[in-house]
């Protein structure tokens, strides 16, 4: 049997872990909880979340720098929560690495809704197993997070940055819209959704060794979407 999935939370607010703890374990998660990003980082050495829940106003790290740690090194869904409601506060964390980012105060069962949309991974035919895909030489693999070249050289991807790549590789040489990225990856229409995919984009052509000006396999096509254009196999 498949333990329930592991959310980490790093909040200095013992109120906030307390109820996002009891949400999120009513629901059916098993639940991690931290004060301080010291605790959260040396953790993380022995578990493996599947996400996590980070507050950016935190006492001894700055929280974005961590958001920004974790997108590079783990395969986990980052979710930022905080009192911050600028939209250039929510941008900048989208564009750091992080999946979706919630206001305080919040509903708690928006966050496990948010939480719940972000861990969801659509099974290939042929049922479960190892989610792996290969295309153009290359080999996705997401159950690791991981890029493997023609070449052999292994790159990690963050769980942001897999979401658009198996999105592309669900649906190859079709037209995506952001209509249609919005509504498979979840997310609030606007700027910051807008940007927030293009570093995620401009992420994958660069991991995937794409030329910028001329990039071959995830071709802009401007005012419409995106195009994936290798074969799969």
Request: glycine fraction near 8%; hydrophobic fraction near 40%.
């Amino acid at each position: 049997m498949n333990e329930a999935p592991l959310i980490a939370i790093l909040d200095d607010e013992p109120e906030i872990r307390r109820l996002l703890s009891s949400a999120l374990e009513e629901a059916g998660f098993r639940t991690v909880s931290f004060a301080r990003a010291t605790e959260f980082e040396a953790a993380l050495r022995r578990i493996q979340p599947d996400a996590c829940l980070i507050d950016l106003g935190l006492p001894d790290r700055d929280g974005l720098a961590l958001v920004h740690r974790l997108a590079s090194e783990s395969g986990a869904a980052i979710i930022i929560i905080s009192g911050r409601a600028q939209v250039q506060d929510r941008v900048t964390g989208l564009e750091l690495g992080a999946d979706d980012y919630i206001i305080k105060p919040f509903e708690p069962a928006e966050v496990v809704a948010r939480i719940r949309a972000r861990l969801r991974k659509p099974q290939r035919d042929g049922g479960p197993g190892r989610q792996q895909i290969r295309f153009a030489g290359w080999a996705a693999d997401f159950d690791r997070y991981t890029l493997t070249s023609p070449e052999g050289t292994e790159t990690p991807i963050s769980h942001a940055e897999a979401e658009v790549l198996r999105l592309f590789l669900d649906n190859p040489r079709r037209l995506i819209s952001r209509a249609q990225m919005l509504e498979t990856l979840g997310g609030t229409a606007g700027e910051s959704f807008d940007r927030a995919m293009d570093v995620r984009i401009s992420r994958l052509r660069t991991k995937l060794g794409e030329d910028p000006k001329n990039p071959r396999l995830i071709k802009t096509i401007y005012g419409a979407g995106y195009i994936f254009l290798a074969e799969l196999g």
